[in-house]
């Protein structure tokens, strides 16, 4: 197996579906904190405390300001 990870979901989840469905920006935004997430301490960034990540690059994601400060509400 090779070390480059995965993240797992719930499928049957309600919240998984009501997020697509609803607010699919906050579901990209989501999947880029737990693909960003301090989980090791050879992380690029050591600043960070584990399960921390760096976010607000919202163009990244094809966001507005606007809708990234909603995202991060939900």
């Not at 993240?7 to 904190?33: D, G, H, N, Q, W």
């Not at 584990?50 to 809708?67: C, K, S």
């Amino acid at each position: 197996m090779d070390d480059k990870g995965f993240i797992k979901f719930i499928r049957e989840s309600k919240e998984y579906e009501m997020l697509i469905l609803r607010r699919p920006t906050a579901f990209v935004l989501l999947s880029l904190i737990v693909k960003r997430a301090k989980r090791t301490n050879d992380h690029p960034y050591p600043e960070l405390e584990m399960g921390e990540a760096l976010i607000g690059d919202y163009r990244i994601y094809g966001a507005t300001e606007r809708t990234y400060r909603t995202d991060k509400n939900i």
